[in-house]
């Protein structure tokens, strides 16, 4: 039998994805820093109850972690990890579910011994306080190896699946995150410049010509990159999410509004450089991405 799962990350999905891990008897158990484990008494989903999943903190750790599953913030992720690295088996596999791109790549070079996944999520949870969730519809969550090993992620996926929290492997991840990328980058950001849920922003008129905007500017570098086979109707792509979701305020909303630092640089600013090295000029975006970044010094 496969190692349980270790997840780091005990946030609004990795909290949902742990108590969902948990009541299919797949035994996770959640890696803390040493001041949370301190305050930690069990996760508390809303309406279904306390769930006392084990938890550890790296330095409590005894044997080598095999199975890492990575949910935290991607601005978190690399300071996170390497803090842990040395409790990491040399061939540990380690699969990053978070939004925006670029961390994984970051640490595939810095960790080439790791079996590196990457994965995106369509699942809705917001923490209303810590270790305290409540679950905001359910989405469909896909993983794939950023080198191709799909026989792997398959495994992967079979082992992180569970019922409310269905998994599925991916044989392109990039374009699996590339569209993810697209729907952050015109919703997360504008629902903060217009301080709304994202189903406002197909009812102001503003904010609406500024969704329109993004998409095309979007559009336009996947042109660019050869890529737009992988965003073919953005709009209509993005216009579904937002109805779907429109009483959620976006991650990127509840970052700003606790005062927490956004992930504005793996989603708009990762944008933002890719279309600077492709010389393309997206002023929408690089507009919000400065806007964005001002409102929190950790995010620079
Ligand atoms: O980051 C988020 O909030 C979500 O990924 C999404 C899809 C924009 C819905 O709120």
């Known amino acids: 039998m496969s190692d349980p799962w270790l997840i780091l990350g005990a946030g609004s999905i990795g909290a949902l994805w742990g ?31 306390k769930f006392c999943l084990p938890a550890v903190s790296a330095e409590t750790i005894v044997h080598p972690i095999s199975r890492l599953l990575v949910c935290c913030k991607s601005h978190q992720t690399l300071s996170a990890l390497s803090d842990i690295a040395p409790h990491l088996a040399p061939n540990a596999t380690v699969v990053v579910v978070q939004n925006g791109m670029g961390v994984a790549e970051q640490l595939q070079k810095k960790y080439p011994q790791w079996q590196l996944f990457s994965g995106t999520t369509t699942n809705g949870a ?65 629902t903060v410049r217009y301080r709304c849920r994202n189903g406002e922003l197909l009812s102001n008129p503003a904010a609406y010509r500024d969704l329109q905007q993004v998409c095309e500017e979007f559009f336009q570098l996947s042109v660019a990159l050869g890529r737009e086979s992988w965003v073919e109707n953005l709009l209509d792509t993005v216009t579904e999410v937002a ?56 995010t620079r």
């Open 243 to 298: 109805c779907k979701t429109a009483a959620n305020r976006s991650s990127m909303l509840q970052d700003v509004e606790a005062g927490r630092a956004t992930e504005i640089e793996a989603i708009t600013g990762y944008v933002c450089g890719i279309a600077a090295d492709a010389g393309i000029d997206i002023p929408v975006n690089q507009t919000l991405y400065q806007d964005i970044r001002q409102l929190h010094p950790a």
């Open 19 to 49: 108590i969902r891990l948990h009541q299919a008897g797949k035994t996770p158990t959640l890696l803390l820093r040493p001041e949370a484990l301190g305050r930690y008494e069990g996760l508390t989903l809303s309406g279904e109850g």
């Open 126 to 190: 917001h923490r209303s306080a810590p270790f305290t969730i409540t679950p905001a519809g359910r989405g469909d969550t896909l993983i794939g190896s950023l080198t191709g090993n799909f026989r792997q992620a398959e495994t992967l996926a079979e082992s992180l699946s569970c019922p409310g929290f269905p998994v599925n492997a991916c044989s392109d991840i990039t374009e699996a995150l590339w569209q993810k990328l697209a729907i952050n980058c015109a919703i997360n950001p504008l």
